[in-house]
């Protein structure tokens, strides 16, 4: 049973501050967790409650979701079952009362949940993705590394927020990092005789004054060549554009390129890219409120391409179950935040699969050293996981622990790889 729930502020990746939760079992079982924090957020996410007082860090303070889990919700979960996380999760639901936690903030609500799985798995003496996962929780998940920063993330022109690799051709996801490492590192050097800035965004990726998205992928493309991988074989390309970002008044407004593309247009642009170059997948292909953008691009290219909805669905099984009525993408996006609480992400997960559609669970770029997704990417089998660079320790701590799991797990221990990106 839980003993004690505390949240204090701590910062994140990008400095801003956020919520961690130590929950403490009668048993003396600690489970700690930190929230994740966007900056392209979508516009049904959950709300992250942030005080607003601009006289201390510039309005984003959280000591208002702090009060609320070290008063209002530690009197309510105290004393609860730590196994019951459906019971623990639906209480925190009811006691916020809103459909967007944002009376007690879903950053606070997260915080207890995801600590309270976690303290109840170490009273378990179990890691986190077998307690959640089971013995049969043995799939290390294919990465998506996210190794050219734009959009929101990075102070560059570049229209498109995300260019990633994902080894699909590797034995074992430590060989995936190394396949991954190795490209980084090799698209550094390009960059930098090519003139560009080899700093990093904020998902520790580059960000190269680059206009277009050809450039981002010709110098990607050529990284993998030169590092003596296969583009496609060994190595796919996966995009995220983040494209609510730059939809206004029903058109998408490239202001790097200086092009002006309709619905049907980028849909074009799309495919064109998709064909072009060895894309595997690509999230937020059209925006959020372009559901018919979205289902003219999954007509066009679905058979053939992973269409991701991050902006679209917000982690909301409701909105995922809309898209997978109406054709809108094949594959959600997985940001636990998004939903705040672990039982509504985990039942996420479960429809996509149900369906026939994939799941990638994901970071945001906001991130802390907490590696609890990591774990979820295993309990839950869904074979994917977007957690950016390989370069900033935020990013890193994930990779880092799935290099553990693959080594605990042994020779029980599954690699993902290319047949991630397809459900039976
Ligand atoms: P965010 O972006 O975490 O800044 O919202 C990540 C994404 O769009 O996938
Ligand atoms: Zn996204």
Known sequence: TVETVTARRIIDSRGNPTVEV???????????AAVPSGASTGAREAVELRDGDSARWHGKGVDRAVAHVNGEIAAAVRGRDASDQAGLDAALVDLDGTPAKSRLGANAVLGVSLATAKAAAAAHRQPLYRYLGGAGATLLPLPMMNIVNGGAHADNPLDFQEFM????????????????????????????????????????GFAPSLRTAEEALDFVVNAIERTGYRPGADIALVMDPASSEFFRDGVYDYQGEGVRRTPSENADYLAKLIDAYPVVSVEDPMAENDWDGWRELTARVGDRCQLTGDDLF??????????????????VLIKVNQIGTLTEALATVATAHAAGWTAVMSHRSGET?????????????????????LSRSDRTAKYNQLIRIEEELGDAARYAGRSALRRA
Not at 22 to 31: E, I, P, R
Not at 318 to 329: D, P
Request: aromatic share 2%; hydrophobic share 35%; charged share 25%.
């Open 165 to 204: 690799i994902a080894p699909v051709g590797a034995e074992t996801f430590a060989e995936a990092v190394r396949m991954g490492s190795e490209v980084f590192h090799t698209l550094r050097r390009d960059l930098l005789a090519a003139g560009h800035s080899t700093g990093v965004g904020d998902e520790g």
């Open 369 to 389: 050293e907490d590696t609890t997704i990591a774990d979820l990417a295993v309990a839950t089998g869904c074979g994917q996981i977007k957690t950016g660079s």
């Open 314 to 331: 917000c982690t909301d099984e409701k909105l995922l179950r809309e898209g997978i009525r109406t054709g809108a993408g094949n594959s």
């Open 22 to 32: 130590d929950v403490v079992l009668a048993d003396g079982s600690l489970g700690r």
